[in-house]
C-alpha cells in the first residue's frame, strides 16, 4: 500500500511533463501542415533510377565527354 504513494505523484509527473511536449510541439509548428507529407509521397522524384531514362546532369556529362560523378 505504501507504494501508491509513490506511483500517484509520479503518474501526475508524467502527465504534467507529456502535456508540456504536447504544448511545445503545437506551439512550435509541428501540427501547422498535416496533409503536404502525405501527399508529397504521390509525387515521383526517382526519374534517374527509371532505365531508360537520364537526368538532366547525366546527360550533359555524356554530351561533354566528362566522365566525372557528382556526388
Do not use: C
Not at 504513494?5 to 511536449?21: D, T, W
Amino acid at each position: 500500500m505504501d507504494i501508491i504513494y509513490v506511483l500517484v505523484p509520479l503518474s501526475i509527473l508524467l502527465i504534467g511533463i507529456a502535456v508540456l511536449i504536447l504544448f511545445w510541439a503545437v506551439r512550435s509548428g509541428q501540427f501547422d501542415d498535416m496533409e503536404s507529407p502525405a501527399h508529397k509521397i504521390l509525387f515521383d522524384d526517382d526519374d534517374d533510377m527509371v532505365p531508360g531514362k537520364r537526368s538532366q546532369s547525366t546527360a550533359a556529362n555524356s554530351e561533354t565527354g566528362s566522365t566525372r560523378k557528382d556526388d
